[in-house]
C-alpha cells in the first residue's frame, strides 16, 4: 500500500466540502494538488474551481475514478447513489470515501458491488485550515493497511475520530453545524465590542483568537467547561456580571435547544 502523500485523490462533486478538503490536503503539503483529481456538474464552473487549486478538471465521475486511489464522494445525499451507479463496477480496487451526510455504510452495501471498499465520514469545514473534525463511522470496509493510509491523511487537516453509526447524526450535528453557531457567537461578542468602539477587524481577530485558544485550552488540560469559566470569574469580579447576563438571557438553553432542533429536523 502506498504512503497517502503518493496517492491519487479524486472527488465526485468539487463544492464546499470537497474544496475544503482539498484545500487542506494542500495546505498541510500533505498531497499535491495535481495528484488530485474533480468532477462536477457545471464544467466551467468545475474548471474556475480546480484551475484555482492546480487541481486536474475531470469530464465525468469515470474518469475521476479511472485516475484515482482514493475516491470522495462529496455531492448532495440525494444524489450518491445515482452518481455512484454510474461507476460501482470501476470502484473495484479503489478506496471509497464518502462525505454525505446520513448515508452510512449499511446504505451503501445496498447498491456497491459487495467486496467494494467504503467508508463514510462526515469533516467539516475548518479542514480547510487543518484544524477540522472529521467522523469515520466505525463500521467500514477498508482494510486494516487502507485504513490507516486514510487515517494519516486525514489526521493532517483534522481531529479524526471513530463513531459507531448510531451517533454519527448527533456527532455530526455538534461538529458540522457547530462552525455556524460559533461563528454566531463571535459575531455576537464583536458587535458588543464595536459598540464600546473597538475596530471590527480587530473585534474579529480577538474573538476568533479567543475561540480557537479556549479550545485548544479544553482539548490539552481535558479540563470541565464549567471549571475553565469558573477559573476566568474571580469573586465579586467582572466576568462574573457578564456570566449572570448570559445565564439570565438564556444563553445555554438556546445552544442547547439548536442542537435539539437540528437533530429533530
Ligand atoms: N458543507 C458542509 O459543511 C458539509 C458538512 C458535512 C458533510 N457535507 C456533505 O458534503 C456533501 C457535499 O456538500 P457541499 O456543501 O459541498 O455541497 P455543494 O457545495 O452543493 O457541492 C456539491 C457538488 O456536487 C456537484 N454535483 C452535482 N451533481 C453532480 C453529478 N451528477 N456528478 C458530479 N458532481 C455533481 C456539484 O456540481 P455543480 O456545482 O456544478 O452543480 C458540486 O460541485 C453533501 O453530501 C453533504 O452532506 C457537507
Known amino acids: 500500500m ?3 502523500n503518493e496517492l491519487n485523490i479524486g472527488f465526485i462533486g468539487f463544492g464546499n466540502m470537497a474544496q475544503a478538503i482539498a484545500e487542506g490536503l494542500i495546505l498541510k503539503g500533505t498531497v499535491a ?3 488530485m483529481y474533480a468532477c462536477a456538474r457545471n464544467w466551467d464552473k468545475l474548471c474556475r ?11 465525468d465521475a469515470g474518469e475521476t475514478v479511472e485516475r484515482s486511489d482514493v475516491v470522495i464522494v462529496a455531492v448532495k445525499p440525494y444524489l450518491v447513489e445515482e452518481v455512484l451507479m454510474q461507476v460501482r ?8 470515501i464518502s462525505v454525505a451526510v446520513n448515508f452510512l455504510f449499511d446504505k451503501f452495501e445496498e447498491f456497491l458491488v459487495p467486496g467494494t471498499h ?28 487502507e485504513f490507516a493510509m486514510v487515517r494519516e491523511l486525514f489526521e ?12 454519527m447524526g448527533i456527532a455530526g450535528t455538534l461538529s458540522g453545524c457547530g462552525p455556524a453557531f460559533a461563528a454566531m457567537f463571535i459575531e455576537a461578542l464583536s458587535d458588543g465590542a464595536v459598540l464600546h468602539g ?18 485548544k485550552l479544553q482539548l490539552s488540560a481535558g479540563r470541565h ?4 469559566k469558573d477559573g476566568v470569574c474571580s469573586p465579586g469580579g467582572t466576568t462574573i456580571k457578564g456570566v449572570a447576563v448570559l445565564e439570565r438571557k438564556g444563553f445555554r438553553s438556546a445552544v442547547i435547544d439548536a442542537i435539539d432542533a437540528v437533530e429533530r429536523r
Open 49 to 59: 474551481n480546480t484551475e484555482r487549486y492546480g487541481i486536474h478538471g475531470c469530464r
Open 118 to 145: 467504503h467508508l463514510s465520514t462526515l469533516p467539516n469545514t475548518p479542514v480547510a485550515v487543518g484544524e477540522g473534525i472529521i467522523l469515520c463511522e466505525e463500521q467500514h470496509s477498508l482494510t486494516q493497511d
Open 89 to 96: 463496477e470501476r470502484l473495484e480496487g479503489k478506496i471509497l
Open 33 to 35: 494538488a495535481d495528484r
Open 225 to 228: 467547561p464549567g471549571a475553565m
Open 198 to 215: 473597538l475596530p471590527r477587524e480587530l473585534s474579529y481577530k480577538l474573538a476568533s483568537q479567543m475561540i480557537v485558544g479556549t479550545g
Open 156 to 167: 493532517s487537516i483534522a481531529l479524526v475520530e471513530m463513531v459507531d453509526g448510531g451517533h
Open 2 to 4: 502506498s504512503r497517502s
